[in-house]
Structure formats: structure tokens, C-alpha cells
């Protein structure tokens, strides 16, 4: 038995995802709220007999390993890693024999190396006095300079090089890293900085920002690791790793921008914290968080109004259904600066957050006079495009009311300038399906529903309802027929139906079609023989309809061709009477 299939027979899917996600018994599967697309209503289905799941919304799908490489952003080696220690599986073949999962174990260990490195000068070493009276007087305590991993680099060019060097780590591996630069020679990328490491969720040191002491130094302030196999800005939060509990506990992330914010506020008994280095919220960023809380609070130093960045990030998170907030700053502090001086009115600034399309319009109202036609005519450039991305209709239309209110004008006015605003951008709604959703036409659709009730109902018999009715021809949609002639194949052999067995036996290709078929919510209907029979009846009466209008429309267009002869036309004519008047047989029987 191969690593997989030991882990996939000791985990459940259905208590692996229960334990992300909130389940709930539909028929002989789950469903609950899709985790990778905003939904309201839930279309996330997980079967315990395929270990399998399908969300109907966004059309994501897979087995166990899909969804944690989905949920938790990892490729497919750290997935299989984290599910074996789950499952109490010893790895045959360990994700650090592959090449790539070499160098990114490589990279971990040299990253935590540097890390000690600069926290053992930082703490122990005379180089970092400097570092240790800088952090001192901005309040930062020795427990939360080992709490969050805090250190310093020397002033010199090759400290840490030559220390990783004798820990026998080459210049490659370094250079990968980003803690040394290949330029004329080699030397550290950070000197003469108070270094803060940056870890993923999980602990792992991914990289390190870097601030300068020494004001005259004729360099960036702050430099932080670029782009490497193991670290991306775009996923990563400071902070994250030591706050995640609090934040899961408190169900709020509060955003910062900065390391110092974050630590000041940990030390201020602020725990559910995280730094976005910047104004950038990303995508990673959001779907990061969603596995800790549905609730942001944004406590930046910068104005968000006037930020296209900060307002991206808003309108990714809106659509992924966070609630987020805008914290109030005391005027001129940053939250390092608010916490040091007076948690508790700071602790109360962030109780007394205000939504943040609040915020937008208290900003916007703050800046421009309302009382002035000019006044409002730049509110509301301001503001329709982003009451133009509000994914929710409801709450769009909360604050269509309110922006008409605010500037004394009609809601009709608000909206056609909505509207207009939104086909000006090309807006599409983000309430259409996914682009990862599989988009099909109604009759595909309706074979796919077929094979749902097939295979969730008494799929012998129900299969012999199609062989007698000769209906098995009829399947159009690709898959679905080469599900079909599986099928046969399958029953050929066995009277009895196992949908592991049979599903165990289909090529790759043919599984999410059958894991959409099989996960599809019939809850209602399987529950009840008679309603089951009944709608299995309807589905194909209108199966025949629509097979027998597309042999129609096929047949017309023959009549059309040049080359066809008189007897040929007649022949033709003839099968186009006898489709019609089934076609009416059928519509008069439904």
C-alpha cells in the first residue's frame, strides 16, 4: 500500500474538513459554507463513501489532499507530511528526498540559523548594544524579543556568511535565501539592522525586514527579503504565528502595518494582531486569516480612503465575506504610539471601530464640503467606485441609501451613477460563478443530474430503466457517456453497486464529473422512495425532450446543405414529423 492510501484509510475527509469547517448531515453526505469563495447559502458537499468533496458554487473538488493544498496554501508534499504526522503514517519516500523539498528544507534551516544568529548578538553579543538600547527605548521588553524572535545584525560585511559557512552551508543555498548578495565578491544583505523575522503560520522562518539604526546611513530604512521558494510577502503575516489562538479565540484580526505595532501592541495585552507590512491586503492574505476569523479590523497609520491598495484589499476580502472595521487612531499616533501611551483608550479605539464603508464616507465627508455642489461631486467620485464593488446587493444598497442621504440626493441618482459607474469600469458582478467553476450548458447540466439520481439512488435498477428505454446512446455530454460505458462494464461483472469500487476503477479524467454527480444535494428527494421514483421519472422525460429537439435542430440544418438530394429531403422530412410528433407525445405526457 503506497503512503496515500495508508493515509487515506486512517483519515476520515468528512472529520479532517469538520474540523476546518462547519458541517452538517445532508442525506449520506455533509455540506457546509464553501472556504474558497464567498457564499451565504452552502453548496460545499463532502461524501464519507467517495472521501471525497465538490463545492457546487466555485466547482473546487478533490479528495483530502486536494483540500488541504487548497485550504492551507502548500503544495502537494507538504500536504501529504502534515496529513501522515496526522495520521500517524511513517513516509516511505519524505517530501525532503524530491529536489525542490531539499532546497526548501535547506532554506528553513539557514533562515532559522540566521535567526538565532542575530538574536544570540542582539542579547549576548557587545555588537548588539546599539540594537538592545534602540528597542529598549521604544518599550520593548526582553520576553517579547524572544517571543517574537527579534535580533541584530552587526555592521560588518560578512558576519553572518562566514558563521553559516562553518555551520556548512554554501553560497547557493545563502544566496537563495536572500541573506547574502552575489555582487563582486559576497557579503550579508543586512548590516547594522534591528532584525525582524518573519515566519509563516506554522513557525517556520521564511525571511527577515530589516530596520537601520543610524540615521545618516544613506540607505532604505527598512529592507525586508525578497521573493524566495519559501517566502512570498503576499502570504505571509507578521506575527501571525504567535497571535493566530488570540485571534481565533477573539474571532478579529486586528491589521496593523508595522513590526513595532504589533509587538507594542501584543505587550499592551492586544493579542489578536497581525502585520500586513504596508496597506496591501492581499488575496493570501485574506484566505490566511479566514481559517483563524470572519472579522477584520483595520488599524493603519495611513488614510485608507485615498489608498487604491488598501481599497483592493477591501474589495478581495469583501467578496470572500469578511466583516471588517476601520479603527479610529488617536490623532497623529501610529498603534505602537497608541499602545505605549495609553492602552486602554486604544483597547476602546478598537472596540469602537466603525464599518468600513463607514469609514469611506466619514473620510470622504472629512475632506470635501457637502454643502458645496463641487463638495459633492467629489464624494461621490470617490465613493461609487467603491460602493460599486460591494459584493453583497443588501448592504450595497444600505449604503446607496446612506450616500444619498449624506450628499441630499435621490437614491435614483446614486444609482444610476452607480450603474453608470460600473459599465464605465466593465464591472462584472462578483455573485457570477467562479472562474474555476466549470460553466455548462442546461442539457449538460440535466445528464449530470441524471447521473446524480443514478447513483445516489438503486443504481442497478435505475440503470436498467436506461439499457430498456434505450436512452444510454443519447448521452451527449463527453464524460458523462464515458461514465455510462463504465457503467456497463462495471454491472457486466457485479449486482451490486459499490460507488468506491466503481469510482476506484475510472480514469482521473472522469472522477469530478462523477464526485459533482455523486455529491450533488438530493438530501430531500432520496429521503422519500416515492418522491425519488418520481422525479427520476420527470428527469427523463425531459432527458427525451431535449435529446429529441437537438435531433430536430440537427435534421434542419441538413435540409440546408446543397448537396443533398430530393429523396434525401423527403427522407429527411418524414424523420422531422415523426420527432415532432413525439416531441408533442412527450410535452402532452409531462
Known amino acids: 500500500m503506497s503512503d496515500v492510501d495508508e493515509i487515506k484509510s486512517r483519515l476520515n475527509i468528512v472529520d479532517t474538513i469538520g474540523k ?114 534602540y528597542l529598549k527605548n521604544r518599550g520593548i521588553s526582553d ?70 539604526l543610524d540615521p545618516d546611513v544613506k540607505e532604505a530604512k527598512y529592507i525586508n527579503t525578497s521573493e524566495t521558494p519559501v517566502y512570498s510577502k503576499s502570504n505571509v503575516l507578521y506575527g501571525l504565528d504567535v497571535t493566530k489562538d488570540a485571534i481565533q479565540k477573539s474571532n478579529e484580526a486586528v491589521i496593523m502595518e508595522g513590526e513595532l505595532d504589533v509587538i507594542s501592541s501584543f505587550q499592551a495585552g492586544i493579542s489578536n494582531v497581525v502585520a500586513i507590512k504596508g496597506t496591501a491586503l492581499t488575496e493570501g492574505h485574506v484566505r490566511l486569516l479566514r481559517r483563524f476569523t470572519d472579522r477584520l479590523a483595520f488599524a493603519l497609520d495611513s488614510d485608507m480612503a485615498g489608498d487604491a491598495a488598501s481599497r483592493r484589499g ?124 466549470v460553466v455548462s450548458t442546461r442539457p449538460e447540466k440535466l445528464e449530470v443530474y441524471i447521473l446524480a439520481l443514478l447513483l445516489q439512488g438503486k443504481t442497478v435498477e435505475l440503470f436498467e430503466d436506461l439499457q430498456e428505454g434505450n436512452l444510454l446512446p443519447e448521452f451527449s455530454h463527453p464524460t458523462v457517456h464515458k461514465i455510462m460505458d463504465a457503467l456497463v462494464s462495471y454491472l457486466a461483472h457485479s449486482r451490486v453497486f459499490l460507488i468506491k469500487d466503481f469510482g476506484d476503477g475510472l480514469p482521473p479524467e472522469l472522477t469530478p464529473t462523477l464526485d459533482e454527480a455523486f455529491l450533488w444535494d438530493l438530501a430531500d428527494i432520496v429521503a422519500s422512495e416515492e418522491s425519488f421514483i418520481r422525479e427520476w421519472q420527470r428527469a427523463l422525460a425531459e432527458f427525451r425532450k431535449t435529446f429529441t429537439r437537438r435531433k430536430m435542430y440537427e435534421l434542419t440544418l441538413r435540409t440546408g446543405e446543397t448537396d443533398i ?13 415523426g420527432l415532432a410528433d413525439t416531441l408533442r407525445s412527450l410535452e402532452k405526457s409531462s
Open 20 to 133: 476546518i469547517l462547519k458541517l452538517k448531515k445532508a442525506g449520506r453526505n455533509f455540506k457546509g459554507l464553501c472556504p474558497f469563495h464567498s457564499e451565504k447559502t452552502p453548496s460545499f458537499i463532502v461524501s464519507p463513501d467517495r472521501q471525497t468533496f465538490h463545492c457546487f458554487g466555485c466547482g473546487k473538488g478533490g479528495d483530502i489532499f486536494s483540500f488541504i493544498t487548497e485550504y492551507h496554501h502548500v503544495d502537494f508534499t507538504e500536504a501529504l507530511e502534515d496529513l501522515a504526522a496526522t495520521a500517524g503514517v511513517t513516509l516511505t519516500r519524505k517530501f525532503t528526498d524530491s529536489k525542490e523539498g531539499s532546497l526548501r528544507q535547506k532554506l528553513l534551516e539557514v533562515n532559522h540559523l540566521a535567526s538565532e544568529f542575530y538574536q544570540y548578538l542582539l542579547m549576548t553579543h557587545a555588537l548588539g548594544e546599539k540594537g538592545k538600547l
Open 143 to 212: 520576553k517579547s524579543i524572544k517571543t517574537f524572535s527579534l535580533g541584530y545584525s552587526a555592521n560588518s560585511w560578512d558576519g553572518l556568511y562566514k558563521f553559516l559557512r562553518k555551520k556548512g552551508y554554501d553560497d547557493d543555498v545563502m544566496e537563495k535565501a536572500g541573506l547574502v548578495i552575489k555582487q563582486r565578491g559576497i557579503y550579508d544583505r543586512f548590516r547594522g539592522r534591528i532584525m525582524f523575522t518573519l515566519k509563516d503560520h506554522r513557525g517556520n522562518v521564511v525571511g527577515f525586514a530589516g530596520r537601520v
Open 314 to 437: 477591501i474589495e478581495i476580502a469583501d467578496g470572500m465575506g469578511m466583516d471588517m472595521r476601520v479603527v479610529s487612531l488617536p490623532s497623529g499616533k501610529d498603534p505602537d504610539e497608541a499602545a505605549r501611551e495609553n492602552a486602554g483608550l486604544f483597547k476602546k479605539a478598537i472596540k469602537d471601530a466603525v464599518p468600513v464603508y463607514d469609514y469611506f464616507i466619514f473620510s470622504a465627508l472629512a475632506r470635501f464640503d457637502v454643502a458645496t455642489a463641487y463638495g459633492k461631486k467629489k464624494i461621490s467620485e470617490e465613493l461609487l467606485p467603491v460602493l460599486a464593488k460591494i459584493d453583497n446587493p443588501i448592504v450595497q444598497n444600505h449604503y446607496v441609501k446612506k450616500l444619498a442621504t449624506t450628499i441630499g440626493t435621490s437614491e435614483d441618482a446614486i444609482a444610476q451613477s452607480l450603474q453608470r459607474n460600473q459599465k464605465s469600469a466593465g464591472y462584472k458582478e462578483s455573485r457570477e460563478p467562479s472562474p474555476d467553476a
Open 565 to 577: 438530394s430530393p429523396s434525401q429531403t423527403d427522407d429527411i422530412k418524414k424523420q422531422l414529423k
